[in-house]
């Protein structure tokens, strides 16, 4: 299996994917309005060796700030991979070979709304992203500073853009 940026002949893919992971058609919708608002960060996909993508990242630019200071912050949504796939490490593939471009893209923290017991291993914390003013709350919202001290301050708000609300 291979993880690598998505190319154009994997879009219809992706989409396929992301219907059938989530049993609806929301995060496929999210991923087009995303990426016709120019927000898509990275989008990698995970290829097995016959060539089908069985799994998707997508990160996408997400306005932050701490103390009244702009943080470069990236959402991390969605994250799916082929229900027949699933346990078998891509999604953690995905995650590390995401943060690590998000890294190398300048972005200094990212934001996930998603299972408070999977992704604390990849370094998200509640806490962390519990003093961010936000339309989540509670355990499934999660932060990760890429750079250290990114997050530090009192308080600070995550603005959704408005293809999370379409």
Known sequence: MDVRGE????LPAIDALNRVAFGGTF?????????????????LVAVADDGTVVGHILFSWLPMEVDGRAVRA??????AVAPEHQRRGIGSKLIAAGLD??????????IVLGHPGYYPRFGFSA??????????????FMALELTPGALSGA????????AFND
């Open 74 to 79: 990236v959402s991390l949504a969605p994250m």
């Open 101 to 110: 471009a998000m890294r190398d893209g300048g972005a200094e923290a990212v």
């Open 127 to 140: 806490t962390l992203a519990g003093k961010l003013a936000s339309p989540f709350a509670g355990p499934a």
């Open 155 to 162: 308080r600070g708000s995550v603005s959704y853009p408005s």
């Open 7 to 10: 190319r154009q002949a994997d």
């Open 27 to 43: 995060e496929a919708e999210l991923i087009a309005r995303l990426r016709r608002d120019g927000l898509v960060a990275a989008s």
